[in-house]
């Protein structure tokens, strides 16, 4: 088995391609050990010490290490991991824990929604999904869409493109100036 690794906007994260489907549908990020107790995967990445974020997305893992860490030591331990998990074909998840698309308990909606936004905030979706998205996770992240109020939209960087140094000016200059040119409705986007 051979694992692609590729560079992301994000120096402390690298993503890593098993040449699989890592995840059937959604994606999953860990941003804590504990919380990567569901997955042995991600705990495994996580036991070595110098990682601060785990994320599953389709068909990649992106592993973001800590201040001071190097990816001259770390990529070796990663990679080994990924190759023990792969070639064993254990399962993502731990038996009795929910996997699958992440939902994590500060994901509500930021804002309460009015009815008669309906139309705005499904084209916002729209445009997430078939736009947005597949370039966020061809940097080894992903977005989630929470909320949008008075013209605002909030989103949440994930994966990788989470403390990215450009995930500001991916914001404010890519994200915003799509959706403002589709949805005129948009007069903003804020990080979430």
């Known amino acids: 088995m051979f694992i692609e690794t590729e560079t992301t906007p994000n120096p402390a994260s ?40 785990v994320f599953f997305g389709s068909n990649f893992i992106s592993v973001t290490i800590a201040p001071g860490a190097s990816w001259s030591e770390m990529k070796p331990q990663v990679l080994a991991i990924l190759l023990d998990h792969y070639v064993s074909e254990a399962p ?39 736009r947005v998205r597949p370039a966020v996770a061809g940097d080894g992240g992903d977005i989630q869409y929470r909320g949008f109020r008075d013209g605002i939209v909030y989103l949440q960087m994930q994966g990788a493109c989470s ?21 005129p409705e948009v007069v903003e986007v804020r990080a979430a």
């Open 163 to 183: 403390g990215c140094p450009s995930s500001t000016a991916t914001l404010k200059h890519g994200i915003e100036g799509l959706l403002k040119h589709y949805v």
């Open 14 to 53: 690298l993503k890593f391609l098993p040449g699989q489907e890592v995840m059937g549908s959604g994606t999953r990020e860990f941003s804590t050990p504990e919380a990567a107790e569901a997955s042995p995967l991600a705990q495994a990445i996580f036991d070595t010490g110098e990682v601060t974020n």
């Open 92 to 130: 993502l998840f731990a038996p009795g824990t929910a996997g699958g698309i992440s939902v994590p308990a500060d994901s509500e909606m930021l804002v309460e929604e009015r009815e008669e936004d309906a139309d705005i905030v499904a084209q916002i979706n729209e445009l997430l999904e078939t």
